[in-house]
C-alpha cells in the first residue's frame, strides 16, 4: 500500500534528507545535511547536535551528493540566485481569511512540453506553478492529470489561513522529479523505503511514477485517477511552507502535522473536501485510515507523554517513532484549527505571526499558550477530544 511507503517516508525526510555519511577514511555517520557554508557541510547528528564537516574530507559519493543535491544556504539567500532561483513575490498575509470549505481545481490544466529528448532521457513538461522533469516520456492526458493533484494542492495549501506563501522557485516554477523507475528515484538520493521525498536544499520533489498511480501500459503509460496519492500532497506542503515555519517550537509537531491535515483531507478529481474531513483526520490518526487507506493506528487511547517536551522535541528525536509523534502532531494541530476555544485558529494565527516575526523555541510556544500553562493547555485538548471519541493522556 502507498501509505506503509509514506508512514516510513515521513520517518526520513521532512524538511531535509537524513542519509549516511562517509568520511575519506571510510567512517560512516547517519546525520541530515542542513547546509553548506564555509567549505564545511553542516549535519545534524542524532543527538541533536549540528557538526561541521569539512567537505574535503566528505567521501566522494557525499561530494558528489551535495554537488547535486545539497544544500548552498538557500535559507539566508537573497530572492534570486545565479542558478535562476527564486522566491515568489509574497502575497499580504492571509491570518484574516475564512478557513475553506472545499478547495477544487476546475478546467483543464493548460500543459507546455519544453523538452523531449529520448537520447537523453529528458522530458519536460510545465503547468502553472509546477514544472515535472521525467526521464520517459507521458502523453498529455497523463501530464494533465498529474497537473490537476499538484496544482489543486497548491491552491489548497495557499488558501489555508496560515499565510503559507513559501518555497523557491526555479525560474518561475516548482521543480518536481520524477522517475520511471524506483532503483533511479533510490540512486538520486531517495530514501528506499519511501515513495516520494522533499529535498529542502535544492527545494525540489522527487517521485516515483508509480507512486502517484503511473503506471507502464504497453509502449505508453497511463495513470490511475484513483490511486491513494498521500504522499504527494504531504511532500508538496513541505516545499511550500515558509523558512520561518520550520524554527524550533514549531519544527516537527506544527510543521508535520499541517502536511498530514493537508494529505489526509479527502481528495478526488481535484478537489480537497475539508470541511468533511474530521472524521478522516481521525481515523488516519487511531487506526488506520478511512476505508482502510493507510494510518497511523494509534487507537483511541494515546499516551503522548509530556506536551511540553512533544513541542520542544528536537526533529531527529521527532522522526525516530513516527507513527507516535506524526499522529499526535496531526491531532494536536487539528485541534488548534478547529477545536481550540472559538474554533476559529485565533491562537495558531498568533502564534506562526509571532515566529514569522522572528521568535523562536519557548518564546514562540508562549504565544500560542497565551497565559496558560502547559498542564492547562493539555486539559483542554483532551478533554475536546474526550468528546469527539478519543481519549489523549499527558503525563511528565
Known amino acids: 500500500m502507498l501509505f506503509l511507503l509514506f508512514a516510513i517516508a515521513a520517518s526520513a525526510m521532512a524538511h531535509h534528507l537524513e542519509r549516511v555519511w562517509t568520511d575519506d577514511r571510510g567512517?560512516?555517520?547517519?546525520?541530515?545535511?542542513?547546509?553548506?557554508?564555509?567549505?564545511?557541510?553542516?549535519?545534524?547528528?542524532?543527538?541533536?547536535?549540528?557538526?561541521?564537516?569539512?567537505?574535503?574530507?566528505?567521501?566522494?559519493?557525499?561530494?558528489?551528493?551535495?554537488?547535486?543535491?545539497g544544500l548552498d544556504g538557500h535559507d539566508e539567500?537573497?530572492?534570486?540566485?545565479a542558478g535562476g532561483q527564486t522566491t515568489p513575490d509574497a502575497p499580504e498575509d492571509n491570518f484574516d481569511a475564512a478557513w475553506p470549505e472545499?478547495?477544487?481545481?476546475?478546467?483543464?490544466?493548460e500543459i507546455t512540453t519544453m523538452i523531449e529528448d529520448a537520447g537523453e532521457k529528458k522530458f519536460v513538461y510545465e503547468s502553472a506553478h509546477y514544472r515535472f522533469n521525467c526521464d520517459v516520456r507521458l502523453s498529455k492526458s497523463?501530464?494533465?492529470?498529474?497537473?490537476?493533484?499538484?496544482?489543486?494542492?497548491?491552491?489548497?495549501?495557499?488558501?489555508?489561513?496560515?499565510?503559507?506563501?513559501?518555497?523557491?522557485?526555479?525560474?518561475?516554477?516548482?521543480?518536481?522529479?520524477?522517475?520511471?523507475?524506483?532503483?533511479?528515484y533510490i540512486a538520486a538520493g531517495g530514501p528506499p523505503?519511501?515513495?516520494?521525498?522533499?529535498?529542502?536544499?535544492?527545494?525540489?520533489?522527487?517521485?516515483?511514477?508509480?507512486?502517484?498511480?503511473?503506471?507502464?501500459?504497453?509502449?505508453?503509460?497511463?495513470?490511475?485517477?484513483?490511486?491513494?496519492s498521500k504522499t504527494l500532497p504531504h511532500e508538496l506542503v513541505h516545499q511550500l511552507t515558509p523558512d520561518a515555519y520550520y524554527?524550533?517550537?514549531?519544527?516537527?509537531?506544527?510543521?508535520?502535522?499541517?502536511a498530514e491535515y493537508v494529505a489526509v483531507t479527502p481528495y478526488r478529481s481535484g478537489s480537497f473536501?475539508?470541511?468533511?474531513?474530521?472524521?478522516?483526520?481521525?481515523?488516519?490518526?487511531?487506526?488506520?485510515?478511512?476505508?482502510?487507506?493507510?494510518?497511523?493506528?494509534?487507537?483511541?487511547?494515546?499516551?503522548?507523554?509530556?506536551?511540553?517536551?512533544?513541542?520542544?522535541?528536537?526533529?531527529?528525536?521527532?522522526?525516530a517513532e513516527p507513527q507516535l509523534n506524526y499522529g499526535c502532531g496531526l491531532l494536536i494541530t487539528n485541534y488548534f484549527f478547529h477545536l481550540d476555544r472559538n474554533e476559529d485558529g485565533a491562537r495558531i494565527k498568533k502564534f506562526l505571526q509571532a515566529i514569522k516575526a522572528g521568535k523562536q523555541g519557548q518564546a514562540a510556544i508562549d504565544v500560542l499558550l497565551d497565559g496558560q500553562t502547559y498542564p492547562e493547555l493539555e486539559k483542554e485538548i483532551a478533554k475536546a477530544y474526550s468528546r469527539k471519541g478519543v481519549d489523549f493522556i499527558f503525563s511528565d
Open 273 to 319: 473536501n475539508v470541511r468533511n474531513n474530521f472524521k478522516a483526520l481521525v481515523a488516519y490518526a487511531t487506526a488506520y485510515g478511512k476505508e482502510n487507506t493507510g494510518g497511523r493506528g494509534l487507537g483511541t487511547e494515546i499516551n503522548l507523554g509530556s506536551l511540553e517536551k512533544f513541542m520542544l522535541m528536537e526533529y531527529a528525536s521527532f522522526t
Open 27 to 69: 567512517r560512516s555517520t547517519k546525520a541530515v545535511l542542513l547546509k553548506v557554508e564555509n567549505n564545511c557541510a553542516i549535519l545534524l547528528l542524532a543527538d541533536g547536535r549540528e557538526s561541521p564537516f569539512p567537505l574535503a574530507k566528505l567521501s566522494k559519493v557525499d561530494q558528489a551528493f551535495i554537488e547535486k543535491f
Open 142 to 184: 497523463v501530464v494533465k492529470g498529474l497537473a490537476v493533484m499538484f496544482e489543486a494542492t497548491h491552491r489548497f495549501v495557499r488558501e489555508l489561513p496560515l499565510s503559507i506563501h513559501g518555497g523557491k522557485q526555479t525560474d518561475g516554477k516548482y521543480q518536481i522529479i520524477l522517475f520511471e523507475n524506483k532503483a533511479d
Open 193 to 228: 523505503a519511501s515513495a516520494g521525498v522533499f529535498i529542502g536544499g535544492q527545494n525540489i520533489v522527487m517521485v516515483p511514477l508509480t507512486s502517484i498511480g503511473v503506471q507502464k501500459v504497453g509502449s505508453g503509460y497511463m495513470l490511475d485517477r484513483d490511486k491513494s
Open 247 to 258: 524554527s524550533p517550537g514549531a519544527m516537527g509537531w506544527f510543521t508535520e502535522g499541517l
Open 102 to 109: 472545499r478547495v477544487s481545481f476546475e478546467g483543464d490544466p
Open 77 to 81: 539567500a537573497p530572492a534570486e540566485t
